[in-house]
């Protein structure tokens, strides 16, 4: 099975002209979950994308090792397309695997452009999609959020097993995320 690992050293974050945090550091092994937490424009996805290489550190280093699946609010599923052709679409790329259509209560809204469904409805597509990766490293981003009482139960299922498989995930959320043994990270404490 492929290794997984992030490694965080000393890291600081600038957007625009400022510095949202600094002095960061965090491990994360296989196996293991983290919460990155705190309030709106902390820099919760700020630290997300850059440990995805999506953004630049302003210093300090991030080091990852496995393949990377991030989630955040655009789904990378096309609008235009029914759900079904949309995943298929990744399925292609991604190679064959079970995304858990049943469980994740998609397997009635294939047919369904994914412009129409609803918010928690493609939050499950995103997540669908995630599990057709098959990636080691999960980077997820408000993961959580428009999802009614069963979904969040499903979510946090879902990233134990991941997690349970010797996978990572990083969770950014202001949300209460129940998974045991999760460690957490108020970025306020790093605020610059
Ligand atoms: N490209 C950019 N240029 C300048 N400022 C930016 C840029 N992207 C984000 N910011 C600012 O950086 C701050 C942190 O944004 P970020 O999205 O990382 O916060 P967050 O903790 O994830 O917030 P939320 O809980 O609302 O999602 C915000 O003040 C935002 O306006």
Known sequence: MQEASIAVKDLACRRGDRILFRGLTLRLN????LQIA????IGKSSLLRIVAGLAPAFSG???VCGSIGLIDERPALDPMQPLGKALAFWQR??????NELA????SGLLDVPVRYLSTGQKKRAALARLIGQKARVWLLDEPLNGLDVHAVELTERLVAE???EGGIALVASHQPFDL???GRLALAEHAA
């Open 103 to 106: 469980r994740l209560g998609l």
């Open 30 to 33: 296989q196996g293991e979950a």
């Open 180 to 182: 045991p043994g999760m």
């Open 61 to 63: 280093s991030v080091e």
């Open 162 to 164: 991941h997690c349970a």
């Open 93 to 98: 790329i991604d190679g064959a695997a079970d």
């Open 38 to 41: 705190g309030s709106n424009g």
